[in-house]
């Protein structure tokens, strides 16, 4: 094998590769990337079984091969080049790398041990607009539980049904759902629903660039994500998502609408005197129009805040984890949010004004 290609193109591609190859010291050959030469093009693939990733650079080539070499190696090297042409040559058992009067030789590794490039059958198609997608998965993403004992919700779940999309995650604590309409956004040709694992959907929100848009290639126990340079495939999670939707309040106690910015501010003050529980009060006069924001600890002290506007609904109290209602903001894109209220036991909203999405969070106990 002998291409010739820019080190931009390669380092983009391999710093991406790096991520997903495995760190198992069991399975060592998993520690390593495939090059292979296409048309026009070399194809890089890394895989930990769970998660595989092939990348398309585009290059000159003037020989064709195939060889698998230690992902560590060449990254930490290409990385470290400045941007220019560089040569990547099989010799025996050995890739050298060339750059002007910069070389360098890594041996390789028995390509019949790496595993094979998996191909998707392309049993169900969904076409998918690339920013309201990773819009989308980075509004739910910190909603995903780390660790339960139900391993359905440590994914996030997709449900194409008629025309709408929703994207949902919860933790138990606290739950995230998008709503994606079918019209301009995208195509599917038949209801489909499955759980995404949490790595997988935190590694499309860095692939995700310019694309005219993201093919979703779905069969059984497996997910293929085809992007401009490359394809990312996972497999998804079995089991049935539980019905997060009897979680949504249906209906509305107490509402009133904060200024984004304003709310983070003071939240964040009253966070440096929250309790070991995190937790931050809400005291709601409605005919007063006023939201008063407390926290306290006898070690720490106290802070109060009043925010002036219009409530409708009834006066109403309760305390949740700053930590949670800090997480919901940062996935709202809005000046304004919504915010709605319960009573100290029942689930809150926070929701923007084009009601596209909805963050439940329970309260803390008082």
Known sequence: ?????LQENLKNSISHLERIASKNQSTPILNNILLKTGDGSLILFTTNL?????MRVPCKVERKGELVVPIKSISYFIQNLPNMKITIEEKE????????????TIPTVNKNEFPLIPKLKN?????????????????VLNSVAVSHSISEISGIFFNFKDDVLKIASTDSFRLSE????????YQSTQPHSFILPQKTAQEL?????????I?????QNQIGFTFENGVLTSRLISGTYPNYEQIIPKTTKT???LNKSELISKVKLASAFASKLNSVYFTVHAKKGIVEIKSSDETKGEFTSIIHTEVSGENTEAAFNYKYILDGLSNIFEDEVVCELNGPSAPASLIPKNNNYRYVLMPIKI
């Open 255 to 257: 509402k009133f609408i």
């Open 93 to 104: 058992k050995n890739i050298l790398i060339e750059a002007e009067n910069i070389k360098t």
């Open 50 to 54: 769970e998660l595989g990733l092939h």
């Open 123 to 139: 049993e169900h198609i969904i076409k998918i607009n690339p920013t309201t997608f990773k819009t989308a998965l980075t509004q």
């Open 215 to 219: 093919i979703i290639s779905i069969e």
């Open 1 to 5: 094998m002998k291409i010739v290609c």
């Open 205 to 213: 929100t860095h692939l995700i660039e310019q694309e005219d848009q």
């Open 178 to 185: 998008k709503t994606i309409y079918k019209k301009k956004e």
